[in-house]
C-alpha cells in the first residue's frame, strides 16, 4: 500500500538525541478517508483520492456533499488524489480511515506544500540582485533592475522583452516539494509525524505527505538495511 496523507503544518520545534537536537516540523497528518477509487476500466488510470478534515455542510457545495455521501462519509474540507498501481487497488476501499500508521515502516518522505506568499517583489528580494550603485552621481533606484534593453530583442519572434527574463513580480504562492525528508517520530494517538527541518508554507497550512519516491545513496542504504 502506498504511504500518502493529507495534514496540516502545525509549527516546528526541536527533538533531543542524546548530546544533539534535530529541528523538527509538526504535522497533523490525518486521519483521511477514501473517498473515491478510480480504476482503469472505468476512468483509465489507477488512482486513490482521500478527504481529510470535516467542514460543516452549510460551508460546503452539494456536490462534494453527495461525493462524500456516496463513500459513506460527512461532508470533507480538502480531497487529494494519489495514483496508485492497480495491483494495490485491492487495498482500499470506500470510508477507509488511514492514519500516521502507513509511515510507521517508512524512514524518509517527501512533503509538499504551498508556499508562503510575498506579493509583488523587486528583483533584489525577489531574484537576489545586488542592486545598482550607491556613489556620487547615481540615481536615486539603487533598487532598481536597470535597462532591459538589450534583452528586449527576440529575434524571429517579434519584439518583446524574452519569456523568462528575471524582472520584478509576484513572489511565493507556488507549489513546492521538499524531498527526502527524515522521519523523526510518530504519534499514533495524536495523528502527528515529525520530519527534519522546514516545510513550505505557514502554520496551518496543508500538505501533503507521501513516502519518499528518490533519494540519495545514502538514504537509500538506510532504507534498505531498516526493510
Known amino acids: 500500500m502506498a504511504a500518502s496523507l493529507i495534514g496540516k503544518k502545525l509549527g516546528m520545534t526541536r527533538v533531543y538525541r542524546g548530546d544533539m537536537q534535530v529541528p523538527v516540523t509538526v504535522i497533523q497528518a490525518g486521519p483521511c478517508y477514501v473517498s473515491q477509487i478510480k480504476t482503469p476500466d472505468k476512468d483509465g488510470y ?16 452539494r456536490p462534494v456533499i453527495g461525493h462524500d455521501h456516496q463513500a459513506g462519509l460527512t461532508a470533507k474540507r480538502h480531497h487529494r488524489e494519489f495514483r496508485v498501481d ?77 519569456k523568462g527574463k528575471k524582472m520584478a513580480g509576484h513572489m511565493g504562492d507556488e507549489r ?30 496543508l500538505v501533503q505527505i507521501r ?3 528518490r533519494l540519495y545513496r545514502s538514504k537509500a542504504r538506510i532504507a534498505s538495511e531498516s526493510s
Open 86 to 162: 492497480e495491483s494495490e487497488l485491492e487495498n482500499y476501499e470506500l470510508g477507509q480511515e488511514l492514519n500516521v500508521d502507513v509511515f510507521e515502516s517508512v524512514k524518509f518522505v517527501d512533503v509538499i506544500g504551498t508556499s508562503k506568499g510575498k506579493g509583488f517583489q523587486g528583483v533584489m528580494k525577489r531574484h537576489g540582485f545586488k542592486g545598482q550603485l550607491a556613489s556620487h552621481g547615481v540615481e536615486r533606484k539603487h533598487r532598481s533592475a536597470g535597462s532591459i534593453n538589450a534583452h528586449a530583442v527576440n529575434a524571429g519572434k517579434a519584439g518583446g522583452v524574452k
Open 176 to 205: 513546492v516539494t521538499l524531498r527526502s525528508l527524515d522521519v523523526i517520530e510518530i504519534d499514533k494517538d495524536k495523528h502527528l509525524i515529525l520530519v527534519k527541518g522546514p516545510i513550505p508554507g505557514p502554520k496551518q497550512g
Open 46 to 61: 489507477a488512482a486513490v483520492q482521500i478527504a481529510f478534515e470535516d467542514i460543516k455542510p452549510r460551508r460546503s457545495t
Open 211 to 213: 513516502e519518499a519516491i
